[in-house]
């Protein structure tokens, strides 16, 4: 089974501070995603890496930077939290589909961390 | 510009009351429909992936169809453990994006 673990449930921060929250996949997987969810909004995607410290902007990246140094690890920082920030973060893998292979796209969830910026 | 709506936003149902849910998408070209469940404060937890119209998946009391423009997530006899929010997503090809729908809340009453 895919398991896609992430460093902290519940954070609590205060304005200012910068914040460091990690994902790790153990199935080696090409793909990984950071996205927040907020109520009545639904999924919006941050940051997305497809290689070891390759990155591109998700729909919301502003006030938010990424760090991929290992293919299994993926890091999201809040370079200095605003209230605004406060959300639900999940991250997420795939894989890339094999040559000649049916496509094999599906995204697998972390168990997501509530942060809370005061 | 792809898109997903699905309805209805809330379903109440009783204990062995079957019903379906809808998602409607609109993408240039549809690489694979997912559906993940959700419980309250955790993460997508994930159900299903189709790929072409006509495709059917099933699992347990969830059944999962595909046509060119919705998909239905069918759920026969529910109880109450099937209570959660149901997600679908959509990735379109030449694209990394997953376009989500906001969800489904289903309550299931004994």
């Known amino acids: 089974d895919v398991k896609v673990t992430q460093s902290s449930r519940y954070l609590v921060k205060r304005t200012g501070e910068k914040v460091f929250l990690e994902c790790v996949q153990d199935?080696?997987?090409?793909?990984m995603f950071w996205y927040r969810q907020d109520p009545g909004l639904g999924l919006r995607l941050i940051y997305f890496s497809y290689d070891v410290k390759m990155k591109e902007k998700g729909d919301i990246p502003e006030g938010y930077s990424v760090s991929r140094e290992k293919k299994e690890r993926f890091s999201l920082i809040l370079e200095s939290a605003s209230t605004n920030q406060t959300s639900m973060y999940l991250c997420a893998s795939s894989q890339n589909g094999l040559a000649g292979a049916p496509p094999t796209d599906t995204q697998y969830f972390g168990p997501g961390t509530r942060l809370t910026v005061l | 510009e792809d898109q997903v709506t699905q309805s209805p936003e809330a379903l109440r149902l009783q204990e062995g009351e079957s019903s379906s849910l809808n998602c409607s998408y609109t993408?240039?070209?549809?690489?694979?429909l997912f559906w993940y469940r959700q419980d309250p404060g955790k993460g997508p937890e994930f159900l299903f992936t189709l790929y072409s119209a006509g495709e059917e998946k099933e699992k347990e009391r969830l059944k999962a169809t595909l046509t060119k423009k919705e998909s239905f997530l069918h759920i026969t006899a529910p109880k109450p453990e099937d209570s959660a929010t149901y997600l679908c997503?959509?990735?379109?090809?030449?694209?990394?994006?997953?376009?989500f729908g906001t969800g489904t809340r289903l309550k299931v009453l004994a």
């Open positions: 993408v240039s070209g549809l690489r694979g």
């Open positions: 199935m080696d997987h090409e793909n």
């Open positions: 997503a959509v990735h379109s090809s030449g694209t990394y994006k997953y376009i």
